[in-house]
């Protein structure tokens, strides 16, 4: 299954990334990210791009916004244009052509966020280099680097699951795009309202206690807090997503 | 291995308050082309689907390859290859870039695979062109491509949904003439939906004509014209005269009868035969040359079994 699975996402990937918008304008389109968030930024900021503590898991939206670019395309792409039918009619299974679509959002987005992350790294230690530059490589704390690495993974799967659920209910990659777009701009405010409205309504000595714990943290409980919930939920939307790609319900849609 | 490709008993498909599909009982021999003929939104696209197992039946049951659909569906469609209403290809991938894709979805090892596309590409003449975007083509060129598409990796059971819908004659006769060929070459049964009679005749050594989901037809395109003649004679000769008409059109076991470009043509009553009418028209002067029982064309036997059926269901 894991190697149908790559087939579809290899598909996917020639025909939505550099299909989709030409050899040139992908090219120029990813180099320009790597230019931005790999180069420019690290380079004006210095040693703080590496020694604020999370600076780096600030970018969380990038994968996000990687993820959309090209998930939107997975099933209402294939609707629009005919082709879902003879997909469905292949020898594939339900299984590897979800995972396929959804690898193919992953691990382009993962990959574009760790490629980031490592030009961004040679950036800030080649502009602050020093005459011994290999006794004294700047490099994030683990805690840094395991918001990237892993968070970063399960925060791209988080997104790239949704973005394939949407996908597999929208009749057309426009209607995808506009609900994946309209669903980001309710979200993000609606989870920081329902989150400040949580504290508020919390007794004061709660309140002061998360305040608290919070001014003290211990990364390691709370990143291995953070990656148990995600994972949780990324399992969850996957087995959704199982749930909702049925063939003969798809041939009904 | 089964004798039977396809065989369906009592398949049903409802789709809300409408019977796509009602009791649809037949059987394809392997080997055979089957034709499924129908008017538009009689259940031959639906039937298809139900074959694949992309949608699940109502009621009845459904063999395919020995495989029963409930249980292989994915053991079916692993043997079968498939030319939907549309013919799915990739149009922002190359000739090759498709044919590549699905010969690895069918696991083809890689030499294979490249040997066999580029020998399926030669045999319809679009080698050379391989590397250009799909999409740039004309249709006909796409519809060549999706049948190659689905003889890719040998299937036992190939179905065509209406592979020359939307092409001019002379791109339906060249795709017509490719298809026999590559099905003659590769030895597979063929199910075919058509809304093109003469192809049906000319490719298929079995036909089924559905209405309204209700197989109203089957057998061998000759049975069928046959059988839709029903009782038309025709008479070639001479000396077929007003008054002889008058008094076959008086006869109890005739229920019409006039002459066409020369020729007598009688349509007989429920039951009535052939010699009494000859006696009569020797005996009322008729020179006869020949006599035969009318064999329309596979398109009339089409609208007359179709008509019939429409006039049975009030």
């Known amino acids: 299954m894991l190697a149908d699975s790559w087939i579809v996402m290899l598909k996917e990937w020639r025909e939505v990334l550099f299909r989709g918008m030409g050899m040139r304008g992908s090219v120029g389109f990813f180099g320009l990210i790597v230019l931005v968030f790999g180069v420019a930024i690290p380079a004006r900021s210095g040693t ?127 209607q995808a795009n506009l609900r994946l777009s309209m669903g980001l ?69 | 291995m089964p004798s039977l490709a396809i065989r369906t008993d009592g398949l049903s498909r409802d789709f809300a308050t409408v019977r796509a599909v009602d009791s649809l009982s037949l059987e394809v021999p392997v080997g055979t082309v089957f034709g499924f003929l129908g008017p538009n939104g009689s259940g031959k696209t639906t039937t298809i689907r139900l074959l694949l197992g992309l949608l699940a039946p109502t009621g009845g049951d459904i063999e395919v390859l020995g495989h029963d659909i409930r249980t292989g569906a994915p053991a079916i469609r692993a043997a079968s290859g498939a030319l939907m209403e549309h013919s799915g290809l990739y149009e922002r991938l190359s000739a090759w870039e498709n044919l590549e894709f699905f010969a690895r979805v069918w696991h083809i090892p890689k030499p294979e695979r490249e040997t066999r596309i580029k020998e399926l590409l030669e045999s319809i003449g679009l ?36 592979p020359t819908a939307g092409l001019d004659p002379i791109a339906a006769a060249v795709l017509r003439d490719d298809l026999l060929r ?44 046959v059988a839709a003649a029903g009782n038309h004679l025709e008479v070639s000769g001479r000396g077929f005269t007003p008054g002889m008409l008058s008094c076959l059109r008086a006869r109890s076991d005739v229920v019409g009868a006039d002459v066409i470009n020369g020729r007598l043509c009688i349509e007989l009553a429920p039951g009535g035969s052939t010699p009494p009418i ?5 005996g009322a002067g008729g020179e006869i040359e020949e006599v035969r029982r009318a064999a329309d064309s596979l398109e009339d036997a089409f609208l007359n079994i179709v008509g019939e059926a429409e006039r049975d269901a009030g």
């Open chain 1, 185 to 253: 701009i309710l979200f993000l405010p609606a989870v920081a309202l329902a989150l400040a409205g949580i504290y508020s309504v919390l007794p004061g000595v709660v309140q002061l206690g998360l305040l608290d714990a919070v001014q003290t943290w211990q990364p390691g409980p709370v990143l291995f807090t953070i990656t148990a919930v995600l994972t949780l939920i990324d399992a969850l939307l996957m087995w959704l997503s199982s749930r909702m790609f049925v063939r003969n319900r798809l041939m009904l849609d």
């Open chain 2, 278 to 282: 000859v006696a009569f028209v020797v």
């Open chain 2, 127 to 162: 080698w050379e062109r391989r590397g250009e975007l799909v999409g740039t083509w004309s249709r006909g060129m796409k519809q060549k491509l999706a049948v190659l598409r689905t003889l890719l990796h040998r299937p036992r059971l190939v179905f065509l949904d209406e």
């Open chain 1, 48 to 174: 703080y791009w590496i020694t604020i503590p999370w600076s780096a898991i600030t970018w969380a939206w990038l994968p996000l916004m990687l993820v959309m670019a090209v998930v939107a395309d997975s099933f209402a792409g294939e609707r629009e244009r005919h082709t879902l039918e003879t997909l469905l009619a292949s020898r594939l299974s339900d299984a590897a052509i979800l995972i396929g679509k959804v690898a193919a959002a992953v691990v382009f987005a993962w990959g574009m966020l760790l490629l980031v992350a490592v030009m961004s790294l040679l950036t800030v230690n080649v502009s602050v280099m020093r005459p011994d530059p290999w006794s004294h490589v700047l490099l994030w704390r683990w805690e840094e680097t395991f918001g990237v690495v892993v968070l970063g993974l399960l925060f791209t799967v988080l997104c790239a699951t949704i973005g394939v659920m949407v996908s597999l209910k929208s009749e057309t990659v426009r």
């Open chain 2, 182 to 225: 590559l099905v003659a070459e590769e030895g597979l049964t063929v199910f075919l939906t058509t809304h093109n009679l003469a192809e049906a005749e000319r490719l298929c050594s079995l036909v089924g004509v559905v209405r309204r989901g209700r197989l109203i037809a089957y057998g061998h395109p000759d049975e069928i014209r």
